[in-house]
């Protein structure tokens, strides 16, 4: 459970990061997709960094992979918000 937290504080961080400095943002994205691309969490907190940047179609792809990985059905249901959001922009 520790490595979860870690994990979802450093893709939090990401993302903040994303919205003021968008290269070094995705940098750091890319990295945490290298080493834990299986996580959900890492392309959800992604396409909400690029949803505040006005990047309507990067982060439809985000909010999809992101629901394919959760597996709980209530970040799924986030994850189809995101999309419905997107899909409206």
Partial sequence: MAEWRAIMLETEQAKKDMILKPKAGERTFRQLLRQ???????????????????????????????????????????AREGIRHCERQ
């Fill in 36 to 78: 834990h691309g299986a996580d959900g969490m890492i392309y959800f907190k992604r396409a909400e960094a690029w949803q505040a940047l006005g990047e309507a179609e990067k982060a439809l792809g985000d909010y999809r992979k992101a629901e394919a990985l959760f597996p709980m059905e209530a970040w799924k249901a986030r």
